[in-house]
């Protein structure tokens, strides 16, 4: 396992509707091929609705806004859904700081889209 892989895991899960990402530990630069790569194999998978789910990430910075963002433009374009899962802490304040919140279909923890 590489320093990045330890800092950055993904829990992948696959439904019948959905498939979830939960990110884990950290999302920023160093970590964020980790995270495009899986985000990518999910989407090759063409779910009906990719969640992400970030409510365990204990750091995130811009990079993470980002690959939501390009998440949430490759699942418009591909006529899907994406959601996320924010939770209540660092990561919900940073996107709420952004103003990127209400753009984004936002899940509470536990909710299925």
Same mark, same amino acid.
């Given at each position: 396992?590489?320093?990045?892989?330890?800092?950055?895991?993904?829990?992948?899960? !696959?439904?019948?509707? %959905? $498939?979830? =990402?939960?990110?884990?530990?950290?999302?920023?630069?160093?970590?964020?091929?980790? #995270?495009?790569?899986?985000?990518?194999?999910?989407?090759?998978?063409?779910?009906?609705?990719?969640?992400?789910?970030?409510?365990?990430?204990?750091?995130?910075? !811009?990079?993470?806004? %980002? $690959?939501? =963002?390009?998440?949430?433009?490759?699942?418009?374009?591909?006529?899907?859904?994406? #959601?996320?899962?924010?939770?209540?802490?660092?990561?919900?304040?940073?996107?709420?700081?952004?103003?990127?919140?209400?753009?984004?279909?936002?899940?509470?923890?536990?909710?299925?889209?």
């Amino acid at each position: 396992m590489t320093g990045s892989e330890a800092l950055l895991r993904v829990h992948r899960t !696959s439904y019948a509707d %959905r $498939l979830e =990402l939960a990110l884990l530990g950290e999302l920023d630069n160093d970590t964020l091929p980790i #995270a495009q790569d899986q985000v990518a194999a999910a989407e090759a998978d063409a779910p009906p609705c990719l969640v992400l789910d970030l409510t365990q990430l204990e750091y995130v910075d !811009s990079c993470g806004v %980002r $690959l939501v =963002l390009l998440a949430q433009h490759g699942a418009g374009e591909a006529g899907r859904r994406l #959601a996320v899962r924010l939770g209540h802490g660092r990561t919900r304040r940073m996107f709420d700081v952004l103003g990127i919140t209400s753009r984004l279909e936002v899940l509470d923890a536990g909710e299925t889209p």
